[in-house]
């Protein structure tokens, strides 16, 4: 079945570093990917997504390039902020699954000291 | 326009007692779905409405558990006998079809404890 395996956290940055979280993947089909973000005291919302091979999602300064070879979504931003401190989910959804639901990793909590 | 609202935002209950939580979408999205997410984990898939298509029940940990949708509006979820267990954040979110070709837009949750 279809799994998502991201890095452990808690992760602890200094401003301003260079943040990679790695995620990989198992699917049947032909899924997308999707970074969730969960900052403190909110609800869930979607920072970046891929839908095909190559593809890369950006978003907020966020990237993270679809990688079939690997089975990879790796999220990666070059200069971190405090206000980048949240919780990251990391997910997929096959659309050819006969229910289409996102199946998310286990989350990653970042935070970055000033 | 308005994104997804559920309530209450808090409930504390007895172990025992039953609690119905409640989800209302955004309007035109055809899709539902519930997560639960227990401290410090990931979310865990429990039921998804898709139109007048049969509810994808896969998700639900026991017969406990229940949720109905009425059209594409309002969405419930019933949790009989509650379980210290019980306690999680519970999560709605609505897609305007199917999650792999839309973004799903979560809810804030509500925070169940069952003492």
């Known amino acids: 079945g279809n799994s998502v395996t991201q890095m452990e956290g808690p992760v602890t940055l200094s401003e301003e570093a260079f943040l990679t979280i790695n995620c990989t993947y198992t699917a049947t089909g032909y899924p997308s990917l999707f970074w969730y973000v969960q900052y403190p005291g909110e609800g869930l919302q979607l920072l970046l997504k891929?839908?095909?091979?190559?593809d890369k999602g950006s978003n907020k300064g966020f990237e993270a390039t679809y990688r079939k070879e690997t089975t990879s979504f790796h999220l990666e931003k070059g200069s971190v902020q405090v206000s980048d401190s949240a919780v990251y989910f990391c997910?997929?959804?096959?659309?050819?699954?006969?229910?289409?639901?996102?199946?998310f990793g286990s989350g990653t909590r970042l935070s970055i000291r000033p | 326009g308005a994104g997804v609202s559920q309530s209450p935002s808090n409930k504390v209950t007895e172990k025992g007692k039953d609690v119905e939580l409640r989800c209302d979408p955004i309007?035109?999205?055809?899709?539902l779905y519930w997560y639960r997410q227990r401290l410090g984990q990931g979310l865990e898939f429990l039921i998804y409405f898709q139109g007048n298509s049969a509810p994808d029940k896969s998700g639900l940990p026991s017969d406990r558990f229940s949720a109905e949708r009425t059209g594409e509006s309002v969405s419930t979820l019933t949790i009989q006998r509650t379980q210290q267990e019980d306690s999680a954040v519970y999560l709605c979110a609505s897609s305007l079809e199917l999650a792999g070709l839309y973004e799903q837009f979560f809810g804030p949750g509500t925070r169940l404890t069952v003492l």
């Open positions: 309007s035109g999205h055809t899709a």
């Open positions: 997910a997929l959804s096959d659309r050819y699954s006969s229910a289409s639901k996102i199946i």
């Open positions: 891929a839908t095909k091979a190559d």
